[in-house]
């Protein structure tokens, strides 16, 4: 059973949100920016949020009601609301963490850090960029180029041979709006996916895509009713993931979702299951979602004009690494290939056809400096 549908909010075009000319920062610059961010000194409050929201912010105090201790309060910043190591079991809910105003930007920063170290430590696999399938011999293709955009912004190509899996690209326009009346609109992207023993997953995932859009507008507003916050955005899109999942459990289905929108100044991907969000810098590889879950909101000043957002499903993942995907696309739109995001998308989802994934194999490229 699908749960009742979130009342509808249209979804028009968006504001512009571009990034600044000539901000050209390699991965390892990022990076290195992020890993000499420091912790927030400020005591810890609890965060009063909508009724609608299953969270709150504990506070943390010692007997006789004194302040905390620097070397509690240390090792509380350290690790502040990391997730737990065997997450398997656990739903979005319970391993998804609970930050504050405080913390909402150490919290960033540490789940930025922690996909970067991710990056760092994976060693390439049987993926190799120029070892394709033909990709007019493969059975149940989708290829996307124009649908995701008539400029041509993001191409995506999806390989389904067993039709036990099902991943569809999204895109779409979001507004929402806050208690002064202000109007918000921006983009989407993202990939959904969904695996059914008994069903047909088609229907599931169609159901979702109408539906992610009115949720993230949703909790948006719930989450921002006076001003954006970063905060405020992170809880949307935390209760976003958790509505998905609570879906695709009705429903008997194993989930995954990763999704890009441009909000407060900021690239923000949330992700959750095995997919997995990489951006092209320039050909220098960054990645932007973190094994099982994870929300990043990062300066879009931050990225260089010519980056490009690749997403990919986790049947992909099992065979390449981010570097290996990166160094594809990169070659693909300056190469022989040619600046098409659509054939950089299928170039890669062949090559990881070729080199052994064989359930359901989705690449969704997407030029950085359009989403808006």
């Known amino acids: 059973m699908i749960p009742n549908q979130i009342a509808p909010t249209s979804q028009e075009s968006s504001g512009s949100a571009s990034t600044e000319n000539g901000s050209k920062v390699a991965g390892a610059e990022i990076q290195e920016k992020h890993e000499n961010q420091t912790p927030p000194s400020s005591s810890e409050t609890p965060n ?3 009724s609608t929201s299953q969270e709150s912010s504990s506070s943390t105090s010692t007997e006789n009601g004194s302040k905390i201790a620097e070397a509690e309060m240390q090792e509380k910043h350290e690790s502040p609301m990391a997730c737990p190591q065997n997450i398997s079991s656990l739903s979005l809910e319970q391993i998804a963490p609970k930050p504050d ?8 920063a540490n789940m930025f850090n922690a996909a970067q170290e991710q990056l760092e430590t994976e060693e390439n696999k049987s993926f ?5 399938t033909d990709w007019n011999s493969i059975k149940r293709k989708q290829y996307f180029p124009q649908n995701i955009n008539p400029s041509n912004i993001g191409g995506s190509f999806c390989i389904n041979p067993t039709r036990k899996n099902a991943t569809i690209p999204l895109s779409g326009k979001i507004k929402f709006s806050t208690n002064d009346k202000k109007e918000h609109r921006f983009d989407l992207y993202g990939l959904l996916s969904n695996h059914l023993e008994n069903l047909k997953p088609n229907d599931l995932l169609l159901e979702q895509k109408k539906l992610i859009g009115q949720a993230i507008a949703k909790f948006l ?3 921002n009713p006076d001003k954006i916050s970063d905060l405020g955005i992170y809880n949307a899109l935390k209760e976003t993931l958790i509505y998905l999942e609570t879906i695709s459990k009705e429903n008997q289905s194993n989930f995954s979702a990763t999704f890009a929108i441009t909000l407060n100044q900021k690239l923000w ?26 929300i990043i909101g990062y300066p879009v000043e931050e990225f260089s004009l010519g980056s ?3 997403l990919i499903s986790g049947d992909v993942k099992k065979v390449a690494s981010g570097k290996q995907i990166v160094k594809g696309e990169y070659k693909a739109n300056k190469g022989f290939l040619g600046a098409n995001n659509g054939s950089a998308a299928r170039q890669i989802a062949c090559a990881a056809h070729a080199a052994g994934a064989e359930q359901d194999i989705a690449v969704l490229v997407i030029k950085l400096s359009e989403i808006q």
């Open 269 to 294: 991907i949330a992700h959750s299951g095995s997919s997995a969000a990489l951006l092209s810098n320039q050909g220098n590889p960054v990645q932007l979602s973190v094994d099982q879950f994870s």
């Open 308 to 310: 490009k957002l690749i």
């Open 221 to 223: 507003s719930i989450h």
């Open 48 to 50: 009063q949020i909508a």
């Open 128 to 132: 190799n960029y120029e070892n394709t």
């Open 101 to 108: 105003e405080d913390n909402i930007e150490f919290l960033l």
